[in-house]
C-alpha cells in the first residue's frame, strides 16, 4: 500500500507505529515523504493510496478518495499566520509569498483578504518564506505548522493570526490537513489502523522521538514537541461533529465565494 505524509514531527508520530509495525493486522506500506503542496498535485493523480491532503483541496479529490475520520490536524490555536517586518495593517498593494495554492492556509487567507488588492502573490517554498520576508524580498508572507513558534526569531510580526480570525468568526476549529484512502478500500479498517497508531504514539510518547527526530533535524527537540503538543489532538483521534462542522463550513463559504469548484459531500 502506498502511504504519503509530511516529514513534520506531527505526521511522524502520527504513523510512527503503522510504519514501524506496531499495529496487528495494518497493511505494510511504501512511504513517500512529501510537503502537502506535492501531495495535493500527486493525489489528483492517483498516486497514493492512504495520503495527507490539505482540507482545501478536497473538492478535487473526492471522486477517488474519501475522507478519514482520524489522522489529520485540525484545532484550535494552531492557524496559519500571515508576516510582515512591521508596519502594515492589510495587505493592499503588498508582495506576498504563499507556500502553496491549494492549502488551506491560503484558502483561508483569501476569505480574510477578501477585498484587500495585493500587488503580487508568489508560490514560495515554505521553508524559504521567513527568510524572503526578513530579507524584503516580500512585503509579507503566508506560513504554517512550527514557523509560528520562531518568526520572531526572524525579526517578524503577526500582521494576522488566520485560526484566531476563523475561530472568532464561526467558532469552530481550524481544519488543516486531512486523511484521505482510496474509495476501493475498506475505509473502516484504515481508519482503525490509524487511530491505533495514533493512540500507539500517545501511550509510548518515547517510542517514535528518533524517527520524529530523524525527519525534522532542523527543529530544537523543543520545537519538535510544541508542534505535536499543538497538531495531534482530539480532532486527530476522530474529527468528531465539531470537526465535521468545520469542513463543510470553510468548504460551503470557500464555494459560495467562488474560490473553489464545488462544495463536496465529505460523510
Not at 213 to 236: C, G, K, W
Request: glycine share 8%; charged share 20%.
Amino acid at each position: 500500500m502506498k502511504l504519503a505524509f509530511s516529514p513534520c514531527p506531527n505526521d511522524t508520530f502520527v504513523f510512527h507505529a503503522w510504519t514501524h509495525g506496531l499495529i496487528p493486522g495494518a497493511p505494510p506500506v511504501e512511504i513517500t515523504y512529501a510537503d502537502i503542496d506535492v501531495t495535493n498535485t500527486a493525489a489528483e493523480r492517483g498516486e497514493f493510496d492512504v495520503v495527507k491532503v490539505s482540507y482545501a483541496a478536497l473538492p478535487w479529490l473526492l471522486d477517488d478518495y474519501r475522507l478519514l475520520p482520524t489522522g489529520g490536524a485540525l484545532g484550535r490555536g494552531c492557524g496559519p499566520l500571515v508576516l510582515t517586518r512591521g508596519g502594515p495593517t492589510n495587505v493592499d498593494g503588498l508582495t506576498v509569498a504563499v507556500p502553496s495554492e491549494r492549502s488551506t492556509a491560503y484558502l483561508l487567507f483569501r476569505l480574510w483578504a477578501a477585498g484587500q488588492r495585493p500587488a503580487r502573490i508568489d508560490v514560495v517554498p515554505f521553508a524559504e518564506i521567513m527568510p524572503a520576508v526578513r530579507d524584503g524580498r516580500y512585503d509579507a508572507g503566508l506560513v504554517i505548522h512550527e514557523a509560528r513558534f520562531v518568526y520572531q526569531d526572524y525579526g517578524l510580526h503577526a500582521l494576522v493570526d488566520l485560526g484566531e480570525w476563523w475561530e472568532s468568526d464561526t467558532g469552530l476549529p481550524i481544519p488543516l490537513g486531512a486523511i484521505l484512502a482510496k474509495r476501493e478500500l475498506d475505509a473502516d479498517h484504515l481508519t482503525a489502523v490509524i487511530r491505533a497508531s495514533v493512540e500507539h504514539a500517545w501511550a509510548n510518547p518515547a517510542a517514535p522521538a528518533a524517527y520524529i527526530a530523524e525527519h525534522a533535524a532542523e527543529m530544537s527537540p523543543d520545537v519538535q514537541r510544541r508542534h505535536i503538543d499543538l497538531y495531534v489532538n482530539e480532532f486527530t483521534r476522530d474529527l468528531g461533529e465539531d470537526g465535521y462542522a468545520a469542513v463543510e463550513a470553510l468548504l460551503g463559504r470557500a464555494h459560495k465565494e467562488g474560490l473553489i469548484p464545488a462544495d463536496p459531500a465529505i460523510r
